[in-house]
């Protein structure tokens, strides 16, 4: 999910007429006015990126990743995330999570001692972890992040949605994954058998066909 803004310049004919003004004047706005026109002259607004739909089992922790861009070079000192909550079943918007050159999670309500932030502010990362989600969790959380002088941009939204089990679908990909792991190491353990026993063979037909020492005979001469 992708929220931008962009504000373009605009100077009004009407603004030109309104006064007398100088030639090097009129020129400077119609230039002004034609770089705007044709959109070489913007500011572009911060950039958000969330997941958008989000599903995590009850009990479990549960991570709303938020990222962004930003026009501006980014200054950890100056940046500003804002996460807030709106219930599911309907009420006022609380806020949640406020980071401003550390993290200051909510210190009572539903969400104390729930909220680690989990973000990396010069990786545009604003993201947050929710420790042991509920069914009262469920609702829509809201990311928004300033770093002046680049303030302006909507926001970024995540439907949370917590349920009593894992879907078919994740039970699937943690089935593979587990199996895919313990594929590979029982394969890792079979490359080492063989290759040790190739080793003791290798060894032992070395020891059958190296040539005896010839032995002379006292009474020869």
């Not at 079943?89 to 609380?94: H, L, P």
């Not at 729930?114 to 420790?131: Q, V």
Request: proline share 5%.
């Amino acid at each position: 999910k992708v929220s931008s803004l962009v504000v373009l310049v605009f100077v009004s004919p009407a603004l030109l007429l309104s006064r007398p003004m100088s030639l090097q004047r009129f020129w400077f706005l119609a230039v002004l006015t034609g770089l705007a026109g044709s959109g070489v002259l913007q500011v572009s607004g911060i950039r958000i990126y969330t997941s958008g739909n989000v599903e995590a089992v009850n009990g479990t922790d549960v991570r709303l990743k938020c990222t962004f861009q930003s026009s501006a070079q980014i200054n950890p000192s100056l940046v500003v995330v804002s996460w807030t909550f709106r219930p599911l079943a309907g009420g006022r918007e609380i806020s949640l999570f406020h980071y401003q050159q550390q993290p200051y999670p909510p210190l009572e309500g539903i969400f104390r001692k729930k909220i680690l932030w989990a973000g990396d502010l010069m990786g545009g990362d604003a993201s947050i972890i929710i420790r042991e989600v509920k069914f009262t969790y469920n609702g829509t959380y809201v990311c928004q992040v300033k770093n002046p002088p680049d303030v302006h941009g909507p926001v970024g939204e995540i439907q949370l949605r917590v349920v009593l089990t894992a879907s078919f679908s994740d039970l699937l990909i943690l089935a593979v994954a587990i199996g895919s792991t313990i594929g590979c190491i029982v394969l890792l353990l079979v490359i080492t058998l063989c290759c040790r026993r190739c080793r003791k063979r290798q060894r032992l037909e070395g020891n059958e066909e190296a040539p005896c020492k010839e032995r002379k005979d006292p009474t020869a001469w």
